[in-house]
């Protein structure tokens, strides 16, 4: 099923409307859809280099957009839609544990799962369930979402097709350990 999805998502990113796809794919994959946008924006930046930067912009806005719906399931909707998505990605069990420790990181896990391939919208949900701060969840979603989204629109504007691979294959590592460099800087200063 998951092969299906991946070719269709594929399929939008060359039709005449691959931007409102973008968009709705963005948008969804923030609060439930299990496929990136990356998988769109890759092929989309490759095919007109010019737009990369809208197309990360379109990327961000619906994604922070989704993830306040995703926030929303976790505050409202949490037994009737939030708890099957969880357990659809195998969180339900962890999620108690992961909502303790959440209370007291949650901006950084926002950003940290915005900016990694970690599943975004376990934690918008979480971020609902919580009570996180509206302004504290929209500031670090924009954060952590347009970091990825420009840093892989830069990317692909810069170095093209050759790029690609590295891209699909070492970018949710290079994250993470970006993350853990912000983190590290951040605790070594005494901010955190």
């Known amino acids: 099923m998951l092969r299906r999805l991946y070719n269709w998502t594929i399929s939008l990113a060359q039709s005449p409307h691959a ?15 299990p496929i990136p946008p ?15 930067f809208l197309i ?17 399931i976790g505050a409202a909707l949490m037994e009737t839609i939030g708890q099957p998505i969880l357990e659809f990605y195998g969180k339900d069990a962890s999620f108690e544990e ?3 420790v959440f209370n007291e990181y949650g901006a950084w896990a926002v950003v940290v799962a915005g900016v990694t391939f970690l599943p975004f919208k376990v934690i918008t949900i979480a971020s609902g369930v919580t009570g996180l701060s509206i302004p504290v969840f929209i500031a670090s979603s924009i954060f952590a979402r347009a970091l990825r989204f420009f ?24 994250f993470v350990l970006f993350c853990v460099l912000l983190i590290g800087g951040f605790a070594l200063i005494g901010l955190i």
Not at 159 to 168: A, K
């Open 19 to 33: 931007l409102w796809a973008l968009a709705i794919v963005s948008f969804i994959e923030s609060s439930f859809f």
């Open 98 to 100: 992961m909502a303790a």
């Open 151 to 174: 840093i892989v629109a830069a990317l692909l504007w810069k170095f093209g097709v050759p790029i690609r691979d590295f891209i699909e294959r070492r970018l949710g590592l290079m």
């Open 56 to 72: 990360a912009g379109i990327a961000t806005v619906a994604s922070v957009a989704g993830g306040l719906f995703g926030y929303y």
């Open 38 to 52: 990356d998988v769109l924006m890759i092929p989309m930046i490759i095919a007109r280099p010019s737009r990369a």
